[in-house]
């Protein structure tokens, strides 16, 4: 079975900083899609960024961008030139062949002004 | 763009009733989804629908049930509720490529 690890539960980093979040996933499948999402406080869960497992290059999305290592199973979240309306709960997830997602436990970033 | 609307923001009910959580969604996708969601375990899968009258169970679906008679709509029900069911509920729907798209969520409070 699958599983997807995020062992940072709390990060903090100031405002105009970058902030890196961490994942680990497990799977023996070789075809898969990744996921960063973002749940602000009392707000909506949105996509950030998504990678495929078959592309080489890194997903990039204005001032996100990831670092997938596709041999170490980690994808990992880069957050340049952050900014309050960042600070949110960030999920990892996974989705595989069965249309479902299996989500980590989640990082709560705090932007410090 | 996607929109998925949840019947309430917050709900509270009492030991025993049955509730009903309603999921709207305008994009016709195939595929929904229930999950909870509680502090320190992220998102937990309790059942999807890949169609109508269709449904699978998830990680948790014990105490609960799901219903999808149209495809927009799929409704979670808990049919006797307890404390342990207080939660945060989160609806989701997704078509190809796995990406799915979430509701405002349902803060249920079970007293």
């Known amino acids: 079975a699958q599983t997807v690890t995020q062992s940072q539960p709390e990060m903090s980093v100031q405002e105009a900083e970058t902030v890196t979040l961490s994942c680990t996933y497990d799977?023996?499948?070789?075809?898969?899609?990744l996921f960063w999402y973002k749940q602000p406080p009392s707000r909506q869960m949105i996509l950030v960024i998504r990678?495929?497992?078959?592309?080489?290059q890194n997903a990039t999305e204005n001032r996100f961008s990831v670092n997938f290592q596709k041999a170490a199973k980690s994808f990992s979240l880069k957050i340049s030139d952050s900014q309050l309306g960042d600070a949110a709960m960030y999920f990892c997830?996974?989705?595989?062949?069965?249309?479902?997602?299996?989500f980590g436990t989640g990082t709560l970033l705090a932007v410090q002004p | 763009d996607v929109k998925v609307t949840q019947s309430s923001r917050y709900l509270v009910k009492r030991t025993g009733e049955k509730v009903f959580l309603e999921c709207v969604q305008d994009?016709?996708?195939?595929?929904m989804f229930w999950y909870r969601q509680d502090p320190g375990l992220g998102l937990r899968l309790i059942y999807f629908?890949?169609?109508?009258?269709?449904?699978e169970k998830g990680d948790i679906p014990e105490g609960y049930s799901v219903s999808r008679e149209k495809k927009e709509r799929f409704s979670l029900i808990l049919e006797s509720a307890s404390t342990n069911q207080t939660s945060m509920y989160l609806c989701?729907?997704?078509?190809?490529?796995?990406?799915?798209?979430f509701g405002p969520g349902t803060r249920l409070t079970v007293l």
């Open positions: 629908s890949y169609d109508v009258k269709m449904k």
């Open positions: 989701a729907s997704s078509s190809e490529g796995n990406e799915q798209f």
């Open positions: 997830a996974y989705g595989g062949a069965t249309n479902k997602l299996i």
């Open positions: 799977t023996s499948e070789s075809d898969y899609y």
């Open positions: 994009m016709d996708h195939e595929n």
């Open positions: 990678q495929e497992a078959y592309k080489q």
